[in-house]
C-alpha cells in the first residue's frame, strides 16, 4: 500500500529527532535558541547554579527587548530593563553567546532580528521564551514559545522533548480586497473558529492569498498563531523568503546557500499529504478586521457593530452555570443527603469518597485498573441514584417546575453521562435557560446536546443559577427539619 505524502511539519520534526521518548514524543534537536533580557539571564543564572555550561553557545542569541524602554537612552531610563540588560550582557558574555547589545547593529524585538539576520531559515526548529516565538514560521521554520525550565534544559543540552501536534491546514483562497491585509486574514479566522481553533495543532498556511503576501504579511500572520490557540503556525517558503534571506549576515553563502535552497525546496507539504483539520477561507468575502473585547475571537468587520457583551451567548458562560449545577449537588445538596441517611458524618464521607473515586478512575479502561474503575463508576451511580433525584425535584420546585420536569423526562437520556444528565436538564428548564451545545477544547469542539428549552444564558444568569441553588438549599434545609420536628413529636 503507497504511503500518504508528509506534511512540511512532519517533515521538519523528523529531521530533528535525536531519539524517540514515546508513542507522540520526541526529544528535538534545537537548531537556534533566542534569549532576551526578561528570562535569558536568569536561565542562564540558573544553569551556573547547576554548575553546567551552556551546551551550544554558537547557537544561540540573544537581544534586550522585552523591559527596555523605547526613550531615547534606552534600558537607563527604566530601573529593572537596566539590571536585567546588565546581568545579561555579563552570563552572555561569560557564555561566548553573541549578545545584539543596545543601539549595536542587529539589536531589536527579538522576532524581527531572527528574519533580518537571517538567523530564522527553513526547516529550522526555533525556540525563545516567549509564545510568539511561531512568528519564524513565516519563513517556513519549526519555531514555538518555551517555559522557563524549557529554556535551562535547550541551553544545557540544545536539544527539547516535545509531543507531537496534530496539522491542521487552512487555505485562504482569492484576492486580497482593497484595503485587507494579513492580520485581517489571521482575525477572520480567529474570528470563525475561535481563539481555541488552534490549540493542539501546529497550523500551516497556504492558498494563493498566503502565497501573495509579503514575507512581513507571512511573519504577521504566523506570529498571530497564539491568539488562534496554536503554539506552531508555518508558511511554506518559495522563491518570496529564498530572495528575502539571499545576502542576509547569517543565512548561507556561496555553494553553501545553492544547498541550502535545494534542500528548502523539499520542505513543502507533498500534494496528497494529510491534515488532521483543513480549514478553507475565502478572501474576497473579508473586510477590514477590528476587536472589540477581551478576547481575539472577538473580532468583527469595520462595517459591524459591537454587540452588548451582556447579550452574547458565551459557551463559557453555559459551561459555567453547568459546572455550578454539578459542583453544587455532588459537593452540598447529595452530601447533606447522604448526612441524613446514615444519619451523620459517614454517610457523607462515604458519599464523597465515591464521588472522588468515580471521577478519578471511573473512565479507566486499561487492564490493570479497568475492572476497579468500573467498580466505582458503579458503586457511585447507585449511591447518587437518590440524591441526584431529589436534587432534581429540588431545582424544580425551586424554579419553573413544568419545565424543570419536562426537561427531566425528554432530555436527560440525551447527555453522554445520563446522571450528570438529569441534574442539567432539570436545572435549565427551572432556570429556563439553554445549556449544552458545542462548546471548544483543545484540538477541537466538543459537539453536546441542547438542554433547556428558554433563552441563551447573558450576563445575568449566573447570579440566577446561584438563587437557584439557594433556594433549593432553602428548600431542603426547611423539609428537614420538618422531619426532625416529627421525629420529635412522634417520640
Known amino acids: 500500500m503507497e504511503k500518504p505524502g508528509r506534511t512540511m511539519l512532519a517533515k521538519i520534526w523528523e ?20 534569549l532576551h533580557d526578561l528570562g535569558g539571564s536568569r536561565g542562564l543564572l540558573d544553569l551556573k547554579g547547576r554548575g553546567l555550561k551552556v551546551h551550544s553557545p554558537e547557537l544561540t542569541f540573544a537581544t534586550p527587548d522585552h523591559a527596555i524602554s523605547t526613550a531615547q537612552g ?30 549595536q547593529p542587529g539589536q531589536g524585538i527579538v522576532h524581527v532580528i531572527g528574519p533580518e539576520l537571517g538567523l530564522s531559515l527553513p526547516g529550522c ?6 509564545s510568539h516565538t511561531c512568528t519564524h514560521g513565516g519563513l517556513g521554520a519549526l519555531a514555538f514559545g518555551i517555559g522557563s525550565s524549557e529554556l535551562t534544559h535547550v541551553l544545557a543540552t540544545q536539544a527539547l522533548m516535545q509531543r507531537r501536534p496534530r496539522t491542521m491546514r487552512v487555505r485562504f483562497e482569492g484576492k486580497l480586497p482593497l484595503g485587507v491585509t494579513a492580520k485581517d486574514l489571521i482575525l477572520a479566522l480567529i ?7 488552534g490549540t493542539g495543532y501546529a497550523v500551516e498556511y497556504a492558498g494563493s492569498a498566503i502565497r501573495g503576501l509579503s514575507i512581513e504579511g507571512r511573519l504577521t500572520v504566523c506570529n498571530l498563531s497564539i491568539e488562534l490557540g496554536a503554539k506552531m503556525g508555518m508558511v511554506a517558503p518559495d522563491e518570496k523568503t529564498f530572495e528575502f534571506l539571499r545576502g542576509r549576515p547569517y543565512a548561507p553563502q556561496g555553494e553553501m546557500w545553492d544547498r541550502a535552497v535545494s534542500a528548502w525546496r523539499q520542505l ?17 468575502k473579508i473586510i477590514p478586521q477590528v476587536t472589540w473585547g477581551i478576547s481575539p475571537e472577538h473580532v468583527i468587520g469595520i ?81 447518587d441514584w437518590v440524591p441526584l433525584r431529589l436534587t432534581a425535584i429540588g431545582f424544580a420546585i425551586a424554579g419553573d417546575f413544568e419545565d424543570a420536569m419536562a426537561c427531566w423526562r425528554a432530555q436527560a437520556q440525551t447527555w453522554p453521562d445520563q446522571s450528570t444528565g438529569v441534574i442539567l436538564a432539570s436545572g435549565a428548564g427551572a432556570l429556563d ?41 432553602v428548600i431542603w434545609m426547611i423539609v428537614l427539619l420538618l422531619l426532625t420536628i416529627a421525629r420529635w413529636v412522634g417520640t
Open 15 to 34: 529531521q530533528h529527532v535525536v531519539t524517540r521518548i514515546s508513542e507522540d514524543t520526541d526529544l528535538l534537536h534545537i537548531d537556534r535558541h533566542l
Open 74 to 103: 534606552r534600558a537607563g531610563t527604566s530601573k529593572i530593563g537596566l539590571e536585567l540588560l546588565a546581568s545579561l550582557r555579563v552570563e552572555t558574555s561569560a557564555s561566548g553567546i553573541q549578545l545584539f547589545d543596545v543601539d
Open 125 to 130: 526548529t526555533i525556540v525563545c521564551g516567549d
Open 191 to 197: 474570528g470563525r473558529v475561535g481563539a481555541a481553533g
Open 268 to 284: 513543502p507539504s507533498d500534494p496528497d499529504a494529510i491534515f488532521d483539520k483543513e480549514v478553507v477561507i475565502d478572501v474576497e
Open 303 to 383: 462595517d459591524g457593530y459591537i454587540p452588548d457583551p451582556q447579550m452574547v451567548d458565551d459557551p463559557a458562560r453555559r459551561a459555567a452555570i453547568e459546572t455550578a449545577f454539578v459542583r453544587a449537588h455532588r459537593d452540598l445538596l447529595a452530601v447533606i443527603a447522604w448526612f441524613v441517611v446514615l444519619p451523620g458524618p459517614a454517610g457523607a464521607v462515604l458519599y464523597k469518597l465515591s464521588s472522588v473515586l468515580a471521577e478519578k478512575w471511573g473512565r479507566r479502561t486499561d487492564e490493570e485498573f479497568g475492572a476497579f474503575g468500573r467498580f466505582s463508576a458503579k458503586a457511585f451511580y447507585v449511591l
Open 433 to 473: 435557560v439553554r445549556l449544552g451545545g458545542p462548546l471548544s477544547k483543545e484540538g477541537g469542539v466538543n459537539f453536546r446536546s441542547e438542554l433547556g428549552t428558554g433563552d441563551d444564558p447573558d450576563g445575568n444568569y449566573m447570579q440566577s443559577a446561584a438563587g437557584l441553588i439557594w433556594r433549593t438549599l
